[in-house]
């Protein structure tokens, strides 16, 4: 079946524009993650939603992130002025449920590169 | 989260047993050991996870001791494509995967 799918795959932006980042988690799974990895280091947390709600954000570094998951399936996360230091690979995946019997399944990612 | 300590890489050669070693001293009763990797421009991909008992599925073991302060995952006959990084996590939200900078594992022919 089809996998989590994450667009764009590459997305190259000047320092100070806007971006968003679209995942479409595995249909059925009801909990979504988002995480970020910069080059040669593992994945760092972002956050967790639980349908339609973000049930920990946490992990976000600061107001000029945000994301949404509207229906409770697709969810795009947004990047406000952009910084060379948001450069990155941004994960996301889905899991059946958060119950710690199920795996979090990831998507390729978005690299994202902002000059 | 627990802290997880792993060795930076190592080599093996295709068709043996890679052992991958983890120290988990911190973790508490409740919380799992997690086991993922990521295969070069991919998403990390579940492998297995384990509370006190070992655990065997269809990609890899694992062995977990008697106090579970460490923990070893076992690829039983490596092959090319197991050349990854690997990761293990004991998380203490389930959800919250903290992974840390893994061990490389290189399989070589």
């Known amino acids: 079946g089809a996998g989590v799918s994450q667009t764009p795959s590459n997305k190259v932006t000047e320092k100070g524009k806007y971006v968003e980042l679209r995942c479409d988690p595995i249909?059925?799974?009801?909990?979504l993650y988002w995480y970020r990895q910069s080059l040669g280091q593992g994945p760092e947390f972002l956050i967790y939603?639980?349908?339609?709600?973000?049930?920990?954000d946490s992990g976000l570094p600061n107001d000029r992130f945000f994301a949404v998951r509207p229906e409770g399936s697709v969810s795009t996360l947004k990047i406000q002025r952009t910084e060379r230091g948001d450069s990155a690979v941004y994960l996301c995946?889905?899991?059946?449920?958060?119950?710690?019997?199920?795996?979090?399944?990831f998507g390729p990612g978005t690299r994202l590169t902002v000059l | 989260d627990a802290k997880t300590t792993q060795p930076p890489s190592m080599d093996c050669a295709e068709g043996r047993a890679a052992n991958l070693p983890c120290n988990h001293s911190?973790?508490?009763?409740?919380?799992?050991v997690y086991w993922y990797r990521q295969i070069h421009s991919q998403g990390p991909q579940y492998i297995i996870h384990?509370?006190?008992n070992n655990e065997t599925n269809e990609m890899a073991s694992l062995i977990i001791t008697e106090d579970r302060k460490s923990s070893t995952l076992i690829l039983p006959h490596a092959t090319l494509r197991d050349t990854a990084v690997y990761y293990c996590?004991?998380?203490?939200?389930?959800?919250?995967?903290?992974f840390g900078a893994g061990t490389t594992v290189t399989v070589r022919a």
């Open positions: 384990g509370l006190k």
């Open positions: 911190t973790i508490s009763g409740n919380e799992y």
């Open positions: 995946a889905s899991s059946l449920d958060p119950s710690s019997y199920n795996e979090q399944f």
């Open positions: 939603f639980q349908g339609t709600g973000a049930a920990d």
């Open positions: 249909s059925g799974h009801t909990a």
């Open positions: 996590i004991a998380p203490f939200n389930d959800y919250k995967l903290s």
